[in-house]
C-alpha cells in the first residue's frame, strides 16, 4: 500500500472526525508537487471527490461538504489531513486518500478507512 489512511469510526450526527493519509514511501520532493484528495464510496454510488488540494496549496471540495470539511497537507511529513466537522448520516462511506493524476499511471491509493455516522 503506496498510502496509509486512518481515522475513520464511528461517530454520532454533529460529531467531528479527522482523517490522515501518509506517503511513507514517497520521495519528498515528489510528494510536495502531487495534488492530493480525499475520495469516498458509499453503497451503490460511484466513488466521488470530496475534497482535494494541490501543491500550491489551492483547494477544492464537493458541494455537499463545503464549510464542514477542510484539507490540509503537511508536506513535511508527507501527510494530507481531512478535518470533518458537523457530520451527517449522508456522509456515511469508506474513505480513500489518493495521490496524483486520476487515472494516471502514477497515481496512488491509500486503503480505505471507514466512517459511519449515525443519526
Known amino acids: 500500500v503506496q498510502l496509509q489512511a486512518s481515522g475513520g469510526g464511528l461517530v454520532q450526527a454533529g460529531g467531528s472526525l479527522r482523517l490522515s493519509c501518509k506517503a511513507p514511501r514517497m520521495i519528498l520532493s515528489v510528494f510536495n508537487t502531487k495534488d492530493l484528495a480525499w475520495y469516498r464510496q458509499t453503497p451503490g454510488k460511484e466513488r466521488e471527490l470530496v475534497a482535494s488540494?494541490?501543491?500550491?496549496?489551492?483547494?477544492n471540495y464537493a458541494d455537499s461538504v463545503k464549510g464542514r470539511f477542510t484539507i490540509s497537507r503537511n508536506n513535511g511529513e508527507r501527510r494530507v489531513y481531512l478535518q470533518m466537522n458537523s457530520l451527517k448520516p449522508e456522509d456515511t462511506g469508506v474513505y480513500y486518500c489518493?495521490?496524483?493524476?486520476?487515472?494516471?499511471?502514477?497515481?496512488?491509493w491509500g486503503q480505505g478507512t471507514q466512517v459511519t455516522v449515525s443519526s
Open positions: 488540494i494541490n501543491s500550491d496549496r489551492i483547494t
Open positions: 489518493h495521490a496524483g493524476a486520476l487515472d494516471s499511471n502514477d497515481e496512488k
